[in-house]
Every structure is written in structure tokens, then in C-alpha cells.
């Protein structure tokens, strides 16, 4: 069975940072991509940053120099690292699997985590 958990969501006031960890079991996850999305209040669920199977990084343009992903493999877990963060940040943000290359399509990604609250202040 395929568990993705995500963990590291909070409240942070704007300017502040967090860092997200997706811990992933029942895959062979050094052959899967690794996304992060994210669905703000009243939003669909958004693309925020994936990871390619060999390390290559992709980030929608408004995270570009504020988020920075990663994974390790030994440790089956994916991280996102946001710096700078806004109140248009607020959002439960979501780690998913594919095994579809450099795709940042949320349809191309079979498995998803549940999910974590990041609220950031004003």
C-alpha cells in the first residue's frame, strides 16, 4: 500500500519560513517524479514545485527564488523549503508521486499525500 505523509505545516507570519517533509512508502520511490501542489481557500489545487526522478527542478513562477525542493532517496522522502512566505501562500499543500517524466500536471500524478495546512499572517 502507498503512503505519502506529509508533515511541517503551520503558522508563520509573512516573511517567515517552513519547511514541508513528504515521507513515502510502498513505492519504489527513486523511480517515481515528486510534486509538490498546493489548493488555497476557494482555489483549485496548483502546481507548486516537482522533482524529477534525477534531481531536476521545476517551480511555478511565483514560488522561483522563494521555494526550493528536494528529495533523498535513502530516506524516501521529498522536502519543500519555503523562504519569504506571503499571505497568498496560505494553502494545504500536497506531495504527489508520478511516474510520468517532468510532468507538473496534477492529473499525471497517481499518488497523493493527505495533505498540510500552511497559514501564513499578515
Known amino acids: 500500500q502507498v503512503q505519502l505523509v506529509e508533515s511541517g505545516g503551520g503558522l508563520v507570519q509573512a516573511g517567515g519560513s517552513l519547511r514541508l517533509s513528504c515521507a513515502a512508502s510502498g513505492l519504489a520511490f527513486s523511480s517515481y517524479d515528486m510534486g509538490w501542489f498546493r489548493q488555497g481557500p476557494g482555489k483549485e489545487r496548483a502546481f507548486v514545485a516537482r522533482v524529477t526522478r534525477s534531481y531536476i527542478t521545476t517551480y511555478a513562477d511565483s514560488m522561483k527564488g522563494r521555494f526550493t525542493i528536494s528529495r533523498d532517496n535513502v530516506k524516501n522522502t521529498v522536502y519543500l523549503q519555503m523562504n519569504s512566505l506571503k499571505p497568498e501562500d496560505t494553502a494545504v499543500y500536497y506531495c504527489?508521486?508520478?511516474?510520468?517524466?517532468?510532468?507538473?500536471?496534477?492529473?499525471?500524478?497517481?499518488?497523493w499525500g493527505q495533505g498540510t495546512q500552511v497559514t501564513v499572517s499578515s
Open positions: 504527489a508521486a508520478s511516474r510520468i517524466l517532468y510532468s507538473i500536471r496534477s492529473a499525471d500524478y497517481e499518488y
